[in-house]
């Protein structure tokens, strides 16, 4: 559970604000972003390649 939900939003703003374009703010907690994307190099099914 959160317990700073205006933090959180505030969060969300600051990544859209920093973001160049919507398309790079990816959901971390999707395990489906695994799918979609490339595996890194050696932590495949951990971390995803967006980039």
């Known amino acids: ?3 700073d939900l205006p933090g959180i939003y505030h969060v969300f ?3 859209r604000e920093l973001a ?3 398309e790079l703010i990816g959901p971390g907690h999707d395990r489906e972003v695994l ?3 490339d595996p890194y190099d050696g ?3 951990t ?3 967006i980039a």
């Open 1 to 3: 559970m959160h317990n």
């Open 20 to 22: 160049s374009s919507p």
């Open 43 to 45: 932590l495949a099914g």
């Open 35 to 37: 799918r979609r994307f």
């Open 47 to 49: 971390v995803g390649r």
């Open 13 to 15: 703003d600051l990544m």
